[in-house]
């Protein structure tokens, strides 16, 4: 009886474990859910043809689809999310408008509210502007990875294969939530505030000077070493930036038009001139130094300010600051803003305000955003 017993108990404990066995392994066919992530395609040399393999620099940028370019990259690319692509354009960074960058933020918000992260591709030229102003309009604080290569697709050696894939990651794994807009090279993440384009050749042309990398993606490993200051307010309604386009600029309403004047030994005032001239509602000045002007600019910038123009004053440098408590009236100091980035967060200010005063807070706050002190 005793024996009948053991035997009962050990078919049992079999039985069970079978069973375990067999949920255990239904259960890893059970299909994995990946996080959705839209690739919108604008062009540029990644999405370039060249003529040979090894035409490094002489090609057509923007003549390969976005949906090319990311099916290059299957099966490997469908391990780590489940992508969908929207082709926006196909041609050069510069040659895109602002109101062009205007459709760009509803595509991406679009695509933001059926996905979990988004990935842009840019030319290089352009893409720390492109960047910059996804940073300020995008609404959703969901990953934004801005990507592209210094290389077209077809030749020897091109960097955008890997640039895409790393981009693509870094969206999935979703660890720049709340960042804002980031851009994503040479195994590099930027923030979109700080990152220039430094060489026009080399691959590691991106940095972002004394700010220092937020990251870097080394193979399947994605390190975050630091936040953009705007991630404390994450999850806050103050997260979000004033410059919500579908509020600030009715349909059909133009931007305002904002231009840069640079500054050089014995520079001519007429190219303020002109652009006050011809309408800008606002001019940057690219000054030297920490944002000096020639007289002959000075005078013209006077003037131009007389008649309603503001002013961004920044340093053509690459390096420092031109702080706000040296300027006055309609002149805005930029901080260490390149000229570049200045003029994008000027052009928004002065569509969602006409008081200088705010455009200055605007300047030092989101233009120059700090951890703040918790002591």
């Known amino acids: 009886m005793r024996g009948i017993l053991r035997r009962t108990v050990l078919l049992t404990a079999v039985m069970a474990l079978t069973a375990g066995t067999a949920a255990a392994a239904e259960h890893s066919k059970a299909p994995v859910k990946r996080p959705k992530v839209a690739v919108i395609g604008?062009?540029?040399?990644?999405?370039?043809?060249?003529?040979?393999?090894?035409?490094?620099?002489?090609?057509?940028?923007?003549?390969?689809?976005?949906?090319?370019?990311?099916?290059?990259?299957?099966?490997?690319?469908?391990?780590?999310?489940?992508?969908?692509?929207?082709?926006?354009?196909?041609?050069?960074?510069?040659?895109y408008s602002i109101a062009d960058y205007r459709r760009l933020t509803q595509t991406v918000d679009n695509a933001l509210r059926s996905?979990?992260?988004?990935?842009?591709?840019?030319?290089?030229?352009?893409?720390?502007?492109?960047?910059?102003?996804?940073?300020?309009?995008?609404r959703s604080d969901k990953p934004v990875i801005l990507t592209g290569a210094m290389r077209p697709w077809t030749v020897i050696g091109t960097d955008g294969p890997a640039n895409l894939y790393n981009a693509i990651q870094l969206a999935a794994g979703r660890k720049t939530t709340c960042f804002g807009s980031v851009i994503?090279?040479?195994?590099?993440?930027?923030?979109?505030?700080?990152?220039?384009?430094?060489?026009?050749?080399?691959?590691d042309t991106f940095n972002s000077g004394a700010s220092g990398a937020l990251g870097v993606v080394d193979q399947d490993r994605v390190r975050i070493n630091r936040a953009p200051a705007r991630v404390d307010k994450c999850?806050?309604?103050?997260?979000?930036?004033?410059?919500?386009?579908?509020?600030?600029v009715g349909k059909g309403k133009s931007l305002p038009k904002v231009e840069i004047a640079y500054s050089y030994?014995?520079?001519?005032?007429?190219?303020?001139?002109?652009?006050?001239?011809?309408?800008?509602?606002?001019?940057?000045?690219?000054?030297?130094g920490a944002g000096g002007i020639s007289p002959a600019m000075s005078k013209a910038r006077t003037e131009a300010a007389k008649n309603g123009t503001v002013f961004a004053s920044t340093t053509r440098t690459g390096n420092g600051a031109v702080y706000d408590d040296i300027a006055d009236?309609?002149?805005?100091?930029?901080?260490?803003?390149?000229?570049?980035?200045?003029?994008?967060?000027?052009?928004?200010?002065?569509?969602?305000?006409?008081?200088?005063?705010?455009m200055r807070g605007w300047f030092t706050t989101l233009g120059t955003a700090e951890f703040k002190s918790r002591g």
């Not at 035409?55 to 999310?81: C, M, N, R, T």
């Not at 990935?119 to 960047?131: H, I, N, S």
């Not at 999850?235 to 600030?248: E, N, Q, V």
């Open 235 to 248: 999850g806050k309604a103050s997260w979000k930036t004033p410059f919500d386009l579908d509020k600030i």
């Open 42 to 95: 604008t062009g540029g040399t990644i999405a370039g043809v060249s003529k040979s393999r090894v035409d490094f620099q002489d090609y057509q940028a923007g003549k390969l689809p976005i949906s090319e370019l990311v099916g290059d990259l299957k099966p490997e690319v469908d391990g780590i999310a489940d992508v969908s692509t929207v082709q926006f354009g196909n041609q050069g960074s510069s040659g």
């Open 265 to 288: 030994q014995d520079a001519g005032g007429e190219a303020i001139k002109a652009f006050a001239d011809s309408g800008a509602d606002g001019v940057v000045t690219a000054g030297t």
């Open 115 to 138: 996905n979990d992260a988004a990935v842009v591709t840019t030319g290089t030229d352009t893409m720390e502007e492109f960047a910059y102003w996804l940073d300020l309009t995008v």
């Open 184 to 203: 994503m090279l040479n195994d590099e993440i930027q923030a979109a505030r700080e990152v220039r384009k430094t060489d026009a050749l080399r691959m």
């Open 329 to 358: 009236g309609p002149l805005i100091g930029a901080a260490d803003l390149s000229p570049q980035k200045a003029r994008i967060l000027l052009l928004l200010s002065l569509a969602a305000t006409d008081d200088v005063d705010k």
